[in-house]
T-cell receptor
Framework: RKEVEQDPGPFNVPEGATVAFNCTYS??????FFWYRQDCRKEPKLLMS???SGNEDGRFTAQLNRASQYISLLIRDSKLSDSATYLC???????????FGQGTTLQVKP | DGGITQSPKYLFRKEGQNVTLSCEQN?????MYWYRQDPGQGLRLIYY???????QKGDIAEGYSVSREKKESFPLTVTSAQKNPTAFYLC?????????FGSGTRLTVV
């Protein structure tokens, strides 16, 4: 089983749609969880951290389910500018090593 | 403004040559990392350093070497032993507050 696994997509959705991405992780001792956004040929940038209680930032909602070892990202009212690859990232213990999923590609169409 | 600077942005290497990728940060972060990204894949950890004069192998260290003589600098050498070096290389640094990525170096073997 991969350490961090995502559905690679691509997800092709119309503007205004709601889309959800899931990510599973294998290490139950993982401590921190993040969603990063990566535009084509650019570096990843932090979209949001994922907290146990769930957290929301505008149109974006992240949730963590420790018992089932998955995290999710929900995007409401999709915009064309949301088109990117979304990387699920897990902090691997005390040494601070980040483990990246392979990314899920989202294409929002007019 | 604080940040991470990677250079060069694009690099072409002949087979059999060693090349060095530069990574400099002025964020006063202790930890620094090198990742490699191949098309359609997530980032894979090459080397990381938690403190000056100390570094550890990541998941795919073969064919690479690093040094950490200064807190600000963490250069990566891609040696001729690396059989498939064409990829996008990303340097990152971290503090308890989070991670910051450089803009990456795209290495191509010609």
């Amino acid at each position: 089983r991969k350490e961090v696994e995502q559905d690679p997509g691509p997800f092709n959705v119309p503007e205004g749609a709601t889309v959800a991405f899931n990510c599973t992780y294998s290490n139950s001792a993982s401590q921190s969880f993040f969603w990063y956004r990566q535009d084509c040929r650019k570096e990843p940038k932090l979209l949001m951290s994922v907290y146990s209680s769930g957290n929301e930032d505008g149109r974006f909602t992240a949730q963590l389910n420790r018992a089932s070892q998955y995290i999710s990202l929900l995007i409401r009212d999709s915009k064309l500018s949301d088109s990117a690859t979304y990387l699920c990232v897990v902090n691997w213990g005390a040494k601070g090593k980040l483990i990246f999923g392979q990314g899920t590609t989202l294409q929002v169409k007019p | 403004d604080g940040g991470i600077t990677q250079s060069p942005k694009y690099l072409f290497r002949k087979e059999g040559q060693n090349v060095t990728l530069s990574c400099e940060q002025n964020l006063n972060h202790d930890a620094m990392y090198w990742y490699r990204q191949d098309p359609g894949q997530g980032l894979r950890l090459i080397y990381y350093s938690q403190i000056v004069n100390d570094f550890q192998k990541g998941d795919i260290a073969e064919g690479y070497s690093v040094s950490r003589e200064k807190k600000e600098s963490f250069p990566l050498t891609v040696t001729s032993a690396q059989k498939n070096p064409t990829a996008f290389y990303l340097c990152a640094s971290s503090s308890p507050d989070g991670y910051t990525f450089g803009s990456g170096t795209r290495l191509t073997v010609v």
